[in-house]
């Protein structure tokens, strides 16, 4: 399988629109941005595929939040890092090969996006911004679909976002409801066909960003 962008190019930046937040323009580290899903498309599918399945995960992301945008301290490159999921689609159609830039999100939704838009028949799990936001009142809520990147603006590591797209011998993975990275990998385990991904990297650093 390949997989390309018109938004961007394979491990080259992620256009700010793309991103849920962006640096402001009084200089401000970090502002909402149009947070609109990237334009993606895949092709050499194997005969077999009955569905899809959809992700997109940072790498890069701090394991520890101590030094996390905050003001005259910085994240360091080494520090050890996990994932963070910006976007979970499953049971997309066989005969679907690709996602205009913007068709299933577009614009930050305090308290998360609840009915994202996709592909007759898909479905849309939470991504991370759920846990992120968790304790503050004025975005806490389930965030479904995509949300772009948003890595902490102090971070001396540049971030990688992985758009894959796997290929299954199933319909659907049987999951509805508020379901995570976690249940989807268990549900496609053994009926993975073929897969295909795309880098991207984003930074809030202005360090990086030259």
């Not at 077999?48 to 394991?63: E, H, Q």
């Not at 508020?178 to 809030?204: K, P, Q």
Request: aromatic fraction near 10%.
């Amino acid at each position: 399988m390949h997989i390309r962008s018109k938004s961007f190019h394979d491990m080259q930046p992620i256009p700010s629109e793309f991103a849920f937040g962006k640096p402001g323009p009084d200089g401000e580290p970090c502002v909402f941005a149009d947070n609109r899903n990237p334009h993606l498309t895949w092709s050499d599918v194997p005969d077999a595929t009955r569905s899809f399945v959809l992700t997109c995960i940072d790498v890069d992301v701090p394991s520890v939040g101590d030094d996390v945008n905050q003001e005259g301290r910085s994240v360091r490159s080494d520090l050890p890092r996990t994932e963070f999921v910006h976007w979970l689609m499953v049971d997309i159609p066989a005969e679907f090969r690709e996602f205009g830039a913007g068709s299933c999100a577009e614009g930050v939704v305090p308290h998360g996006k609840q009915e994202p838009f996709g592909p007759p028949g898909s479905k849309q799990g939470i991504n991370d911004y759920t846990g992120w936001f968790a304790g503050d009142t004025d975005m806490a809520g389930d965030y479904y679909g995509y949300d772009g990147p948003c890595p902490p603006w102090n971070d001396e590591r540049l971030h990688r976002y992985h758009f894959r797209v796997a290929a299954l011998d199933i319909p659907s993975l049987g999951l509805d409801g508020r379901f995570d990275i976690g249940d989807v990998r268990r549900a496609m385990e053994g009926h993975v066909l073929a897969e295909a991904e795309i880098i991207g990297t984003y930074s809030l650093n202005a360090a990086l960003r030259r």
